[in-house]
C-alpha cells in the first residue's frame, strides 16, 4: 500500500499537467498528514518513514490538541535520509522552509 497524504505541495509545472498521475520526489516540496484516530498509526510511523525514504524534503503532521491544532515540523537529513523535527507549533506556526509561511493556528476554522 502506497501512503496518501492529505496535502501535498508541488511544482506548478507538474500541478498543470493533467494527465499524470504521479509526482517524483523532487517534484514535491512538503507533505502534510492530518493525523485522525483509525491513521494515527500510520500517520506518526509509517508514511514518515516511507516519504523520508523517497527523499521528500519536508514534512509536517497536523495534530488535534484539545480542539487546537498542533503542527510537527520535519525536515530531512540528507546525510541519515531519515526526519528531524524542526518545531512543534502551538498557535501560530512560522517557518522558512520550504517557503516562508506564517499561519495563526487559533484563526483556522473548527
Known sequence: MRPC???LVIDAQAAN???RTFYTPDE????????SPES????????PFRYAKAGIAH???VEDNDG????YVYELDPATSAYGL??????????????PIDIDL????R
Not at 487546537?68 to 503542527?71: E, G, I, L, R
Request: charged letters at 35%; hydrophobic letters at 35%; zero cysteines.
Open 17 to 19: 499537467d493533467d494527465d
Open 86 to 99: 524542526t518545531g512543534i507549533h502551538h498557535g501560530r506556526l512560522t517557518v522558512p522552509v520550504p517557503f
Open 5 to 7: 497524504p492529505d496535502v
Open 40 to 47: 494515527e498509526d500510520r500517520d506518526r510511523k509509517t508514511k
Open 106 to 109: 487559533d484563526k483556522l476554522p
Open 28 to 35: 514535491v516540496h512538503l507533505v502534510v498528514e492530518v493525523v
Open 68 to 71: 487546537s491544532p498542533v503542527v
Open 59 to 61: 514534512f509536517w503532521r
